[in-house]
């Protein structure tokens, strides 16, 4: 598991849409689907299923040109409900 930091959002968000951390370091760790960012190039952002709350795809916005990887935002992605 690689090191990563909450920017401010990320820690509020992730509080506000009751996301557990250890999804978030699941998703990070070994995401089932990477994608850049369409607005910024050292963005990308990994998807992954979680078992645990009804298979939903979480998505986990990062910047990974940076030490420690910083985490931008985090949320449930409903237009990939049964898609990936």
């Known amino acids: 598991m690689q ?3 909450l ?3 990320a820690k509020f968000v992730i509080t506000e849409r009751c996301i ?3 999804w978030l ?3 990070l760790s ?3 689907k990477i994608e850049a960012d369409l607005d910024d190039p050292d963005l990308r952002h990994a998807l992954g299923r979680i078992p645990g709350h009804g298979d939903r795809v979480l998505r986990v916005v990062y910047n990974d040109a940076v030490e420690p990887v910083r985490v931008v935002t985090v ?3 409903r237009t990939l ?3 990936l």
């Open 3 to 5: 090191k990563f930091v």
């Open 30 to 32: 070994k995401p089932e």
């Open 81 to 83: 409900r049964n898609k």
């Open 75 to 77: 949320y449930f992605d």
């Open 7 to 9: 920017i401010a959002h």
């Open 25 to 27: 370091e699941q998703v």
């Open 20 to 22: 557990e951390i250890k």
